[in-house]
């Protein structure tokens, strides 16, 4: 039998609803690329501590290729153990690809460890009908909850209309939808499907739009649907942004979440500061080449790992992308964590 989110802890899915801070988890490897247990776990400790809700394993930033090395099911239980030595519990995420078989599978091995949810790529299925993709969204919701992803088409997605939305908000095992197409219409587009398919209540949205961070979390989406204006927030992200300087993430998020009223300029004036900060680590002068390694310099240079090696040795920072980091860093030092991450490394490395 499948996992139904009315299923999970009591409380887990209103934490989900209320927002929070889910970090992409990344793969901590040594100089041989092979998987670092003490620094993986370590990464999940630290993302814990900083107060982040949740944890996304399987993900972009923890690299597709853990499949073909027979590194998924490790690393998932790495972060769930991890997750199991916190008092509180948090929503853990995986991700899960490819077609129909490949990803009920990885969804079944999500839910023999424990974890609640499953983000659910679509981008296996490019120039499939809205039908298919369906059918294939239902399938897995059969088997764990689901994370909603709309990627962006530049690296991959698929790209899906509002009548798609609508569809898919409907299916009742939908709890979440990150949304990340780095594109102003297509985010309206989640958000006219799942207000048309009666889930705003059911459906937390969270961002994935790595160049409007702050503004989608400030923003009041007020969309009129036969003739009632009804507004929709989007109240956490699930980032790979998310996994630097985490615990400056947790304090942003909480400051956007308890506004009430009109929007301080300076916390507005904080999305094009991220904004800024995002285009370094994730390589935007490159089309994000360096994505992956960009993240794990922030956290080689903090000690969480000990190097940037990625699974594909092509995989590295692009030519001056070190210094636009130190440089982001040196600008906005509010929205770093040094001092948290330096304070706490030896026991998360314990």
């Not at 999940?44 to 597709?64: E, I, K, P, W």
């Not at 991700?95 to 990885?106: K, S």
């Not at 059969?142 to 009548?163: D, H, K, N, T, W």
């Not at 009430?260 to 935007?284: C, H, K, S, W, Y």
Request: proline share 5%; with cysteine; net charge negative.
């Amino acid at each position: 039998m499948g996992l139904r989110w009315e299923e999970w802890p009591d409380g887990l899915a209103a934490r989900l609803r209320a927002g929070c801070v889910i970090p992409a988890h990344p793969l901590a490897l040594d100089a041989a690329r092979a998987l670092d247990p003490r620094r993986q776990r370590a990464l999940s400790r630290y993302y814990l501590d900083a107060g982040s809700g949740g944890l996304a394993v399987g993900v972009h930033t923890t690299q597709f290729a853990i499949r073909e090395r027979g590194l998924y099911e490790p690393v998932l239980r790495i972060a769930a153990e991890a997750a199991a030595e916190q008092p509180r519990r948090p929503i853990l995420v995986a991700g899960a690809i490819g077609r129909t078989a490949q990803a009920v599978a990885e969804a079944q091995v999500a839910r023999s460890l424990g974890y609640h949810a499953v983000l659910l790529s679509l981008a296996a299925w490019k120039g499939a009908s809205e039908d298919e993709m369906i059918a294939h969204c239902a399938a897995v919701a059969a088997e764990m909850p689901l994370f909603g992803f709309y990627l962006q088409p530049a690296v991959g997605g698929v790209r899906l209309s509002a009548a798609f939305w609508k569809r898919f908000a409907a299916i009742e095992n939908v709890i979440a939808i990150k949304i990340a197409p780095f594109n102003r219409y297509a985010t309206l587009d989640v958000l006219r499907g799942v207000l048309e398919a009666g889930a705003q209540d059911r459906i937390a949205l969270y961002t994935g739009n790595d160049d409007h961070i702050v503004a989608d979390l400030l923003t009041p989406f007020t969309l009129v649907h036969r003739g009632v204006p009804t507004t929709l927030r989007i109240v956490g992200g699930l980032l790979g942004h998310w996994s630097v300087w985490t615990r400056a993430a947790v304090e942003l998020q909480a400051r956007c979440a308890a506004v009430r009223g009109p929007i301080p300029p300076d916390l507005l004036a904080q999305d094009a500061a991220v904004t800024e900060m995002n285009a370094a680590v994730f390589d935007v002068a490159h089309d994000f080449h360096g994505v992956i390694a960009g993240c794990h310099e922030i956290l080689r240079r903090q000690g969480l790992l000990e190097g940037t090696w990625c699974l594909d040795e092509h995989e590295s920072l692009s030519p001056g992308q070190a210094d636009l980091l130190t440089a982001v860093a040196e600008r906005y030092p509010t929205l770093t964590d040094d001092a948290f991450v330096r304070d706490n490394l030896h026991r998360w490395l314990s």
